[in-house]
């Protein structure tokens, strides 16, 4: 199968660094951890530009290629966008309040069609990735990333094995029909995001495919970062504040990252960018275990966790498996920036999305509500002064616009697996063949 179009990025101009032990590799781009044995730790990627420059000539997110570990560039329409909030900032009693807007909202040139960001760190992740390799890029996903993923790969004809439970299928839809490098394993009966990790792990295993990552692959954490990035350039300076909601955490520590590299690149002012980053009660163990000043997130039973999950409204949020106690993470990235995490009802956060919706005039989802119902918090106990900058990061927004301008096609299921279908031998008797190449 031939891939669409795909332009070399003159190589390498990036290298990888462990903020562990210091070890420094090559722009090996499927390299996803260190290979000294100690405790865990997220890879950080070192680039050679320490000044970005803006290249208009690249579209959407490749235009911020000097700071994505990338071999090549394609055609995608997004990026995030930023702009000074006017209506919600006067509500709230703050000067300068600004919106990282990731979605859909055309009057705003806000193009990411699946309507959330991550539609950032699905072009770079697969950016890294040379046209050459022949394996199939394998990811678990409940819904958003799976989404940003399925309709990229579908575009660029890149062979794509998407994992889920049978719950999210209606996640996976597309402005455009599917093309058949896209194959979708869905599990059944019962199972939830945490078995479509585990299955996905089993598959990725087996020859031909290749894992994506998740967190620890630099190339998701740095096209999430571009929202502060696009944030900085657009201000002229870093925000004081940043507001987030975490499933993961990934988009936190990406935060993070991107002030790091703001900081070296000294035009934006000295700041160390506040994190403040929120969850969906009752799905809240990252909040717990830092409100209690724990490096470890304190185990529950599986069944208390998924009994949560079903009452939280923001399933993005509900990562049972996030990087947080990991170096280089979300603990040590709050610790750094003198973080701070929340605790968000449904209620607060269905307010919130109506309160944006109502002020700012465009839809935004459960998980942004979640990020506003901080803000509000945040600014009702006086976390923020109303001369700071913020930043509020709308992680996905225009979904019911993109459902009003487009007829939406749907991904069907290739494969069914039930939970207890979980293992070694099943899965290469029934993946046996080339189901995910085409
Ligand atoms: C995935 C997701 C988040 C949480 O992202 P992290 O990986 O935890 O940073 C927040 N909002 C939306 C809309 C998402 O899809
Ligand atoms: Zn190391």
Not at 54 to 60: A, I
Not at 300 to 327: F, G, M
Not at 402 to 423: C, E, G, M, N
């Amino acid at each position: 199968m031939v891939q669409a179009a795909s332009f070399p990025i003159q190589q390498p101009h990036y290298s990888l660094r462990c903020p562990l032990c210091d070890s420094d590799y090559g722009a090996d781009p499927f390299q996803l951890s260190c290979q000294v044995p100690h405790a865990p730790a997220l890879l950080r990627a070192v680039y050679s530009t320490k000044t970005m420059t803006v290249n208009p000539r690249r579209p959407g997110v490749f235009q911020f290629s000097d700071w994505l570990p990338v071999a090549r560039w394609f055609g995608v329409t997004g990026k995030p966008i930023t702009y000074a909030s006017t209506a919600l900032a006067h509500y709230l009693g703050l000067d300068r309040l600004s919106i990282s807007f990731n979605g859909y909202w055309p009057e705003r040139e806000a193009y990411l069609l699946t309507g959330s960001f991550k539609e950032l760190e699905a072009p770079t992740v697969l950016a890294r990735i040379p046209e050459a390799d022949p394996r199939t890029l394998v990811l678990a996903s409940a819904g958003n990333t799976g989404r940003a993923f399925a309709t990229l790969c579908s575009t660029l004809k890149i062979p794509l094995c998407l994992v889920l439970p049978e719950t999210s299928l209606q996640a996976i839809w597309a402005t455009k029909p599917f093309h058949p490098c896209v194959q979708l394993i869905t599990v059944g009966a019962g199972g939830d995001y945490s078995d479509a990790i585990a299955l996905a792990n089993l598959i990725s295993q087996m020859d031909g495919y290749v894992p994506e990552g998740g967190a620890a692959n630099v190339a998701r954490r740095d096209g999430m970062g571009l929202t502060v990035v696009d944030a900085a350039l657009t201000l002229g300076h870093i925000p004081n504040h940043y507001f987030q909601a975490v499933g993961s955490g990934t988009g936190g520590v990406s935060a993070w990252e991107a002030n790091l590299r703001l900081l070296q690149d000294g035009r934006f002012g000295r700041q160390t960018m506040t994190l403040h980053l929120a969850q969906n009660a009752p799905f809240t163990p990252m909040v717990t275990a830092w409100q209690a000043g724990y490096r470890q997130i304190t185990p529950t039973t599986e069944a208390i966790a998924k009994a949560q999950i079903d009452h939280t409204a923001a399933k993005v949020l509900t990562n049972r498996n996030p990087a947080y106690s990991i170096t280089n993470g979300v603990y040590d990235a709050l610790s750094a920036t003198g973080g701070q995490m929340y605790s968000v009802t449904n209620q607060e956060a269905g307010q919130a999305q109506e309160l944006f919706e109502h002020l700012e005039g465009i839809d935004i989802s459960p998980a942004s509500g979640v990020a506003l119902g901080a803000l509000m918090q945040a600014v009702a106990t006086n976390k923020v002064s109303p001369d700071d900058a913020v930043l509020l990061n709308v992680t996905s927004g225009g979904i019911r616009r993109v459902q009003q301008d487009y007829a939406l096609h749907y991904l069907k299921s290739t494969l069914a697996f039930s939970p207890r279908d979980i293992q070694l031998d099943v899965v290469q008797r029934r993946l046996g063949g080339d189901l995910c190449k085409t």
